[in-house]
């Protein structure tokens, strides 16, 4: 099946009565009247160098460099705590283990396994699904921890509080993409330009499982209790049980490389340099939706926290928010046009009483919505030149972006004022 609710035209005109302020009338120095101002800024470490990566939780903002270093951030001062020296060429991933959590446990019991599972009737998606933020909850270790990995096809493993590195790993014959780590479980997958995806124990600093089968490099994954989605330069989508390395599915359908996934355990939306963005029921491996928005490429899928929509930004700059609710068959929701370019990030924050939107260009623009009504709440914050990465997590947001020639990182505070929304 096959959507298609509007061209890159009709998008826009949709947008038009929530308009956000134009570059000209906001101007590149100044501030306007909705943005807000970051409580604390970190501009001076970084000079020039590139962010190829970055993870967020409520202590910790912490960048991978194409410099071989990791820099870590303390969230509440914005001081620089620790740079990472170890790798010997650029870092591509990285994703944070915070401190405490609780150790994850396999149901002992059938009743317990169908008490904890949400998706088929093996009960294998009991769990939590990866974020956007790259951070998952710690298994009850007394430190956070961080893995990186990069050009040099090492998998390295960090104490935040003491800066040592606990285990590199190897296994991986090129360029490590992307890295997730599992909530409360000692487990990070990797994957890699060799079109593979690795399995690894960080307790004991050793490989667990290669997962083999895409045909072309690794360009993202996500994953869900003890399911992972990978998407590859292949075009297709494969879904993954990680504690036996089967793999479940192949879902094909694209025509060009994957870009972007987001699984909650049941769906899986994935979006493709091809234009589209597909719907999987991961139950199944049917394709549910073919969406397509207009005939840019799709740069990044979320899923909302309560899986009740999804929101697909293009490399033209718009957004459409499309319904999961079953009865309402993938209709949209909004179409927005945040951005004058491409989308570099969509992320939906954390909020009890709205569904708030953070949308990201490469225009320099960082904006807020509310994803239901589609209004306009804010410019995040001044004008770049450029935003590279923005993540998210609670009330804390981490943005890396270009301004006059120089790498900033900003720590802003992502709490709403009542007065915001309607």
């Not at 134009?22 to 470490?45: D, E, K, L, N, Y």
């Not at 296994?171 to 993409?177: D, E, K, M, S, W």
């Not at 050793?206 to 998407?231: F, P, T, W």
Request: glycine share 10%.
């Amino acid at each position: 099946m096959s959507v298609r609710p509007a061209s890159a035209a009709s998008t826009r005109s949709v947008f038009s009565s929530n308009s956000p302020p134009s570059r000209a009338s906001s101007g590149s120095g100044s501030q306007s009247s909705t943005s807000i101002s970051p409580f604390v800024s970190t501009t001076p470490h970084l000079q020039n160098q590139l962010v190829t990566s970055c993870a967020l939780d409520k202590e910790w903002l912490v960048l991978g460099l194409s410099t071989s270093q990791v820099s870590v951030y303390g969230t509440r001062t914005g001081e620089l705590l620790r740079t990472l020296i170890g790798h010997k060429s650029g870092i591509w991933a990285v994703a944070l283990v915070s401190r405490g959590g609780r150790p994850w446990t396999a149901p002992s019991s059938e009743a317990e396994r169908d008490a904890r599972s949400f998706g088929d009737s093996q009960g294998a998606y009991f769990g939590q699904r990866s974020r956007v933020s790259n951070a998952a909850e710690g298994w009850g270790q007394r430190s956070a921890l961080v893995v990186s990995g990069g050009s040099d096809r090492l998998v390295a493993v960090w104490d935040l509080v003491t800066g040592k590195c606990l285990h590199t790993m190897k296994g991986h014959t090129a360029t490590i993409r992307c890295i997730k780590t599992l909530h409360n479980r000692p487990i990070a997958i990797s994957g890699a330009r060799d079109a593979t995806l690795r399995v690894w124990d960080l307790n004991r600093g050793r490989l667990i499982r290669a997962l083999v089968g895409h045909q072309d490099g690794i360009s993202c994954i996500e994953a869900c209790g003890n399911r992972v989605v990978s998407g590859s330069y292949d075009s297709t989508c494969r879904i993954w049980n990680i504690d036996s390395g089967e793999c479940m599915a192949v879902l094909t359908g694209h025509t060009d490389r994957i870009y972007s996934l987001s699984f909650d355990g049941l769906l899986l939306a994935s979006g493709s340099l091809d234009g589209t963005t597909r719907i999987w029921d991961a139950t199944s491996s049917l394709c549910l939706q073919t969406l397509v928005s207009s005939q840019a490429a799709v740069t990044n899928v979320v899923i909302s926290p309560t899986s009740t929509v999804l929101a697909c930004g293009s490399s033209d700059g718009t957004v459409v928010i499309y319904s999961l609710v079953p009865s309402d068959n993938f209709r949209v929701v909004q179409a927005i046009a945040p951005h004058q370019s491409s989308i570099t990030g969509l992320q939906f924050e954390d909020s009890e009483q709205h569904l708030i939107l953070l949308t990201s260009g490469s225009d320099g623009w960082i904006r807020r919505f509310d994803a239901v009504n589609g209004k306009f709440l804010r410019e995040f914050c001044d004008h770049a030149d450029t935003v590279w990465k923005v993540v998210a997590c609670v009330d804390v947001c981490g943005v890396v972006s270009q301004k006059g020639g120089r790498t900033v990182v900003d720590v802003w505070s992502t709490r709403t004022p009542p007065s915001m929304i309607e």
